[in-house]
């Protein structure tokens, strides 16, 4: 199973915003260059994060993005389905009348016991604690050689 490069290029983003804003606007360029993500593919996910209520956005020559609101209160499971819908490893999940077998499919009830550990997971993790891991492996000095730490969206750990 992989998650797509719109979650993980997302969770990067916010992770950025929360690192870098300091109470103001972050530039979508600025993000852009800093996650080495096209400008134009990281437009389409700030609206689909604008739309859940994740970001706020303000135009002109000093607009930019904000978190809608404190890190500590966007958990990560908001993010990921602000960006590719319901978490579900396999359709089945999300429709159980695409398939004949679904009420009585032993490995559907393995792919929902799958898709509830990710919840839990992302459900109990928020912004704010991706953004401590952050400052904990900048900390410790372990950066790309960039000048800026980038973090491996699903281990917390630095990518060089």
């Known amino acids: ?16 915003i929360a ?4 109470g103001g606007l972050v530039l979508l360029k600025d993000i852009a260059a800093r996650q080495e993500i096209s400008k134009r593919y990281l437009e389409h996910m700030m609206t689909q994060l604008r739309n859940s209520g994740l970001v706020v956005s303000e135009r002109g020559a000093s607009g930019g993005y904000r978190l809608a ?8 499971d908001e993010i990921f389905e602000a960006l590719e819908g319901e978490i579900a490893v396999v359709e089945c999940i999300r429709d159980a009348a695409i398939c004949s077998r679904a009420d009585e499919c032993v490995t559907r009830d393995l792919w929902c016991e799958v898709a509830s550990a990710i919840r839990s997971v992302l459900g109990t993790k928020t912004l704010a604690d991706l953004k401590k891991r952050y400052e904990r492996v900048k900390e410790q000095g372990r ?3 960039r000048g ?3 973090v491996h969206s699903s281990t ?3 990518v060089k």
Do not use: E, F, W
């Open 69 to 76: 609101r404190d890190p500590g209160d966007i958990r990560l």
């Open 19 to 22: 690192v870098h804003s300091d």
């Open 156 to 158: 917390g750990r630095a």
């Open 148 to 150: 800026d730490v980038r």
């Open 1 to 16: 199973m992989k998650i797509s490069t719109r979650a993980r290029y997302g969770m990067r983003a916010m992770l950025d």
């Open 143 to 145: 950066d790309s050689g």
